[in-house]
Structure formats: structure tokens, C-alpha cells
């Protein structure tokens, strides 16, 4: 039987497994600091356990990180890791450097989470559908893309945004858990108004953070005011219109009194008119919140699904028009860069191109 990773563990699992095993519960203290605070791996370097319990770790338990397989870097200071996980699939996660700087070093350096590998969700604007999907991320890859950035940067991580490969919510209970483990106060990670999960716009998943009162920031990935639209660009829509979505959105903020982030890309002559503009002025007086357009980069044909409808990203002069008009509205805007495009890292382009090519050749 493979040893059990101890990576992963909360707290209070750990003071479980180890009490099972005759061992005091402050023992458990002490492994925790040691893998999440000094992020040791080595049993034989918890110099503060007696050797007899070290050896007895190393025969029951491992302590496993995802690895980095691969690493791109962007012209703007945009790094795309790959890292492998242990059944040899593959998720890719980004660190975004803030256009400001303090002392010669971004301002914020944001990190990009997978949560899946893959995505079932096939939203028409996403590289990530491409893949389809495999399995949920456990909570010790999430923590681990994480460590293992923070690793290969040797800078602070300020902010963690839940936005990579996946759906959150479809993984709630291992992304929530990872959450638990990264701002937990022995860690010493980032504090959750720092962390934002985004989501497609699962109901459940919105209503179950609002009951939890959950600390962490919600965003919602919206793109479109309108439910035919949104249905054709978000098969989620179907399952979730945007009268039962803006519900739980309400719901939210009613339980927790913080703010939404609705992400809005815009698309050519889509969902970027002055109608759109009013709908969303509606919604947002609705539901305090603030908005977050993104340009659209159009993803490679040869990841991508036939595409349902053609994208183009929305001109730089409509885009500043469009959030003119919002803040007019007195709504509070803001314009995402476009980091890492050249390197598919940008939004919506996070797909393991490796998958691609071997799942393309053993279809055809």
C-alpha cells in the first residue's frame, strides 16, 4: 500500500492520523508548521520530533508536492508554469506581476490557480475546454501549485486568484479546503482579502460560500446581460439563467455584505453596444459590485472545439467607450491587461497543449 501524503492534511487531520499512530497531539503542531511553514518535505529535517517518531513518519507517511515540468515566461514578467501531477496529468498556473512598482518589484504579484484538470463546463471563449475533463485537483496539487511558484519566484506572493484551468465550485470541497490550508495563521500565506474564487455561475456554489461566510472574494465570470447570448458564449446558462444567478448573487452579498466581481470580456459586436451597458448598470445598482473587462485573445484554432460562434475581441477605442459609459453610471470599472498573452497565458488560454496533441492523435 502507498504511503498516505501528509501534504493536503488539515490540521485537524493530522492530529487524527497521528493520535492513531500513539503519538501526542502537539505533535501534529509541529508536522503542520513544518510542511506548510517551512515547507519541508523530509521527515529527517523535523529536527524538534524525537528520531524514533521521524522514522515512524517516513514508514506510514509522504510528503508530495505537484512538480514543475515546465516554465514559460512573458516579455511583460508573466511566468506560465506547467506542473505534473502524481498520475502524470498536467495543470498549467500563472503569476501576473502588477504594472506598479514599489522599491523596483511589482506592486502585487498575482498568482492564477487550477482547480480541475480540464474543464466540463465548454464555454466558447476558453482554451481550457479543449481538454474536456479529467479529474478535480485535490487540495494538496491546489496548495501546491502555490508553494512550488513561490518556490521558483523567491518573491511574496500577494494574491491568489482561483481562475486557472477548472471550475471552483465544481471542486468545492477540495478548493475550499486548500483556501483553509494557504490562510491558515501557521502558514503564514496570503490572507483571504487577498483570494478571489471566480466561478461560471453555479448557483449552489455562490448560496453554500454566502452560508459559510467564507472570507475569500467571489467573482463571477458573467460576459453577457443577456440569457440567449450568455447560453450560446456559457452552456452554464442553461442550467443557471441569469435570473437565478443575479438570485444567488443578491443572496450573497445580503449574507456576507461584500462586493462581486462580475468579469466581463468583450466580444465585436456582441456584448459590448450601449444596451449592454444599461443592462449591466441594471444589474450592478442591483447587486453592489464592481466589473472587470477583460479584452478577449482569441485562442488557437488547433486547442480549440469547432467553435459554436465566431469571437473577436472588441477594438481598444470601444473598450475604453464601454467603460466610460459605466462609470458615468457611477459604477466602479476596471481594465485588465493583457498579461501574458504571448505566452497563452492570458484569460481563457490555459490548455496542457500536450493533452491535446495526444488525445487529438488517438481519435483520429
Same mark, same amino acid.
Given at each position: 500500500?502507498?504511503?498516505?501524503?501528509?501534504?493536503?492534511?488539515?490540521?485537524?487531520?493530522?492530529?487524527?492520523?497521528?493520535?492513531?499512530?500513539?503519538?501526542?497531539?502537539?505533535?501534529?503542531?509541529?508536522?503542520?508548521? =513544518?510542511?506548510?511553514?517551512?515547507?519541508?518535505?523530509?521527515? /529527517?529535517?523535523?529536527?524538534?520530533?524525537?528520531?524514533?517518531?521521524?522514522?515512524?513518519?517516513?514508514?506510514?507517511?509522504?510528503?508530495?508536492?505537484?512538480?514543475?515540468?515546465? @516554465?514559460?515566461?512573458?516579455? +511583460?514578467?508573466?511566468?506560465?508554469?506547467?506542473?505534473?501531477?502524481? &498520475?502524470?496529468?498536467?495543470?498549467?498556473?500563472?503569476?501576473?506581476?502588477?504594472?506598479?512598482?514599489?522599491? /523596483?518589484?511589482?506592486?502585487?504579484?498575482?498568482?492564477?490557480?487550477?482547480?480541475?484538470?480540464?474543464?466540463?463546463?465548454?464555454?466558447?471563449?476558453?482554451?481550457?475546454?479543449?481538454?474536456?475533463?479529467?479529474?478535480?485537483?485535490?487540495? =494538496? @496539487?491546489?496548495? /501546491?501549485?502555490?508553494?512550488?511558484?513561490?518556490?521558483?519566484?523567491?518573491?511574496?506572493?500577494?494574491?491568489?486568484?482561483?481562475?486557472?484551468?477548472?471550475?471552483?465550485?465544481?471542486?468545492?470541497?477540495? $478548493?475550499?479546503?486548500?483556501? +483553509?490550508?494557504?490562510?491558515?495563521?501557521? $502558514?503564514?500565506?496570503?490572507? !483571504?482579502?487577498?483570494?478571489?474564487? !471566480?466561478?461560471?455561475?453555479?448557483?449552489?456554489?455562490?448560496?453554500?460560500?454566502?452560508?459559510?461566510?467564507?472570507?475569500?472574494?467571489?467573482?463571477?465570470?458573467?460576459?453577457?446581460?443577456?440569457?440567449?447570448?450568455?447560453?450560446?458564449?456559457?452552456?452554464?446558462?442553461?442550467?443557471?439563467?441569469?435570473?437565478?444567478?443575479?438570485?444567488?448573487? @443578491?443572496?450573497?452579498?445580503?449574507?456576507?455584505?461584500?462586493?462581486?466581481? =462580475? @468579469?466581463?470580456?468583450?466580444? +465585436?459586436?456582441?456584448? &459590448?453596444?450601449?444596451? +449592454?451597458?444599461?443592462?449591466?448598470?441594471?444589474?450592478?445598482?442591483?447587486?453592489?459590485?464592481?466589473?472587470?473587462?477583460?479584452?478577449?485573445?482569441?485562442?488557437?484554432?488547433?486547442?480549440?472545439?469547432?467553435?459554436?460562434?465566431?469571437?473577436?475581441?472588441?477594438?481598444?477605442?470601444?473598450?475604453?467607450?464601454?467603460?466610460?459609459?459605466?462609470?458615468?453610471?457611477?459604477? $466602479?470599472?476596471?481594465?485588465?491587461?493583457?498579461?501574458?498573452? &504571448?505566452?497563452?497565458?492570458?484569460?481563457?488560454?490555459?490548455?496542457?497543449?500536450?493533452?491535446?496533441?495526444?488525445?487529438?492523435? $488517438?481519435?483520429?
Amino acid at each position: 500500500m502507498e504511503a498516505l501524503n501528509l501534504f493536503g492534511q488539515t490540521l485537524d487531520e493530522l492530529r487524527s492520523l497521528l493520535q492513531e499512530r500513539g503519538m501526542p497531539r502537539y505533535r501534529a503542531e509541529q508536522v503542520f508548521y =513544518w510542511m506548510y511553514n517551512r515547507r519541508v518535505t523530509d521527515f /529527517g529535517l523535523m529536527t524538534n520530533l524525537p528520531k524514533a517518531e521521524r522514522t515512524a513518519l517516513a514508514e506510514s507517511f509522504r510528503i508530495t508536492h505537484p512538480v514543475i515540468a515546465g @516554465e514559460q515566461n512573458s516579455a +511583460d514578467g508573466t511566468r506560465k508554469f506547467l506542473f505534473t501531477l502524481e &498520475d502524470d496529468l498536467r495543470v498549467e498556473t500563472v503569476l501576473i506581476p502588477s504594472e506598479t512598482e514599489e522599491a /523596483g518589484r511589482p506592486k502585487r504579484l498575482t498568482l492564477c490557480l487550477s482547480t480541475q484538470v480540464g474543464c466540463p463546463l465548454d464555454c466558447a471563449f476558453c482554451a481550457t475546454a479543449s481538454m474536456k475533463m479529467r479529474r478535480n485537483a485535490r487540495a =494538496w @496539487e491546489i496548495v /501546491g501549485q502555490y508553494f512550488g511558484a513561490l518556490a521558483a519566484s523567491g518573491q511574496r506572493i500577494t494574491n491568489l486568484v482561483y481562475m486557472g484551468m477548472g471550475e471552483p465550485m465544481l471542486n468545492y470541497d477540495e $478548493t475550499m479546503k486548500s483556501i +483553509d490550508l494557504i490562510t491558515h495563521e501557521t $502558514t503564514c500565506g496570503v490572507g !483571504s482579502a487577498h483570494i478571489t474564487v !471566480s466561478t461560471a455561475g453555479l448557483v449552489d456554489g455562490i448560496r453554500r460560500m454566502a452560508d459559510e461566510q467564507r472570507k475569500a472574494k467571489l467573482a463571477i465570470s458573467l460576459h453577457s446581460t443577456d440569457d440567449a447570448l450568455r447560453s450560446v458564449l456559457m452552456p452554464i446558462n442553461r442550467k443557471y439563467p441569469l435570473s437565478e444567478l443575479i438570485a444567488a448573487a @443578491e443572496y450573497y452579498y445580503r449574507a456576507t455584505r461584500r462586493r462581486i466581481t =462580475w @468579469e466581463y470580456i468583450l466580444f +465585436d459586436d456582441l456584448n &459590448d453596444t450601449e444596451a +449592454d451597458v444599461q443592462r449591466l448598470l441594471r444589474l450592478m445598482r442591483r447587486v453592489p459590485s464592481k466589473v472587470n473587462l477583460i479584452p478577449f485573445h482569441p485562442i488557437d484554432s488547433a486547442l480549440s472545439h469547432p467553435p459554436r460562434l465566431e469571437l473577436r475581441p472588441s477594438p481598444p477605442a470601444r473598450i475604453e467607450r464601454f467603460a466610460e459609459a459605466l462609470r458615468a453610471g457611477n459604477a $466602479t470599472v476596471m481594465l485588465r491587461s493583457s498579461s501574458g498573452r &504571448d505566452i497563452d497565458a492570458a484569460c481563457g488560454q490555459l490548455a496542457v497543449r500536450s493533452h491535446i496533441r495526444k488525445r487529438a492523435v $488517438t481519435t483520429s
